[in-house]
């Protein structure tokens, strides 16, 4: 008999590809203005400097192929970015060992309410309310890297309703993935099961319902994704 108080909701995990096993997730970490050209359409800086990370909670993956249209927004806008799964962490860890503990990779979707991000912005307030809501982290299966290789480059692309939005190469990341993960590990205990999304490309845009994302990253296949 369980001496919880209230008993606890599963664990989110989402789908391992080629397997019937499932990857539990601890914490997803998401890195901002990964790439030069998305950083100047927000209006920033393109050039290298530390770089920052927020965080989504993991409950808000989905798997379902399904994102529902979020409440008190009107300006959702979809952003794609290849997910970093951890096997193991810990603290400081060395960027020559940084790869040593990634699991896989898969696609993912950082879903955005731009406009109450900017009103956050201007406020000098944190983006929880943007960007950590409910359903806010369409993704699809994990890769293990035994399997697709340490992905530096290749293709990444959004089409919305058959239109092409976003379009780059994992090559333009400014923080690469060994970066992210040892800069990360200096403010951070890294942990299995934790996930970074690693940045999107520029052409982020609004949806409205009944839209259909098709979201690829070259090497991980594709994920579709319907606004509902």
Same mark, same amino acid.
Not at 48 to 52: G, N, Q, T, V
Not at 67 to 78: A, G, I, K, M
Not at 139 to 158: E, F, N, Q, T, Y
Not at 175 to 190: C, G, N, Q
């Given at each position: ?5 209230? &008993? ?8 391992? +590809? ?6 539990? !997730? ?13 950083? #100047?359409?927000?209006?920033?800086? =393109?050039d290298?400097?530390? =770089?920052?990370f ?12 399904e994102?529902?249209? =979020?409440? *008190?927004?009107?300006? !959702?806008?979809?952003e ?9 962490g ?34 000098? *307030? ?5 960007? +950590? ?27 919305v ?5 976003? &379009? ?9 993935? =060994? ?16 996930? #970074?999304?690693s940045?999107?490309?520029?052409? !982020?845009? +609004?949806?409205?319902?009944?839209? !259909?994302?098709? +979201? ?7 994920l579709?994704?319907?606004?509902v």
């Open positions: 008999m369980s001496d919880l108080v209230i &008993e606890l909701p599963p664990a989110p995990t989402l789908e391992v +590809a080629g397997t019937n096993k499932r990857f539990g !997730v601890r914490r997803i970490y998401c890195i901002g203005r990964n790439y030069a050209a998305h950083a #100047i359409e927000m209006g920033h800086n =393109p290298r400097e530390d =770089p920052f927020f965080q989504k909670n993991p409950n808000n993956l989905d798997s379902s192929g994102f529902p249209y =979020p409440p *008190r927004s009107s300006d !959702v806008h979809h794609i970015e290849m997910a970093v799964a951890l096997h193991s810990g603290s400081n860890i060395p960027l020559a060992s940084a790869l040593d503990h990634v699991f896989g990779y898969g696609i993912a979707l950082d879903m955005t309410r731009r406009d109450l991000q900017a009103e956050q912005k201007k406020a000098g *307030r944190p983006w929880e309310i943007a960007k +950590a809501f409910e359903r806010s982290a369409p993704c699809g299966p994990i890769h293990p890297a035994s399997s697709v290789g340490h992905l530096d480059s290749g293709r990444v692309l959004l089409e309703n058959g239109q092409r939005r976003q &379009e780059g190469d994992l090559n333009q990341m400014i923080w690469k993935v =060994p970066e992210m993960i040892s800069y990360l590990s200096d403010y951070f205990e890294l942990a299995a099961g934790d996930i #970074i999304l940045g999107t490309p520029s052409g !982020v845009a +609004a949806v409205e319902r009944g839209d !259909v994302m098709k +979201a690829e990253i070259e090497g991980l296949g594709s579709s994704v319907s606004v």
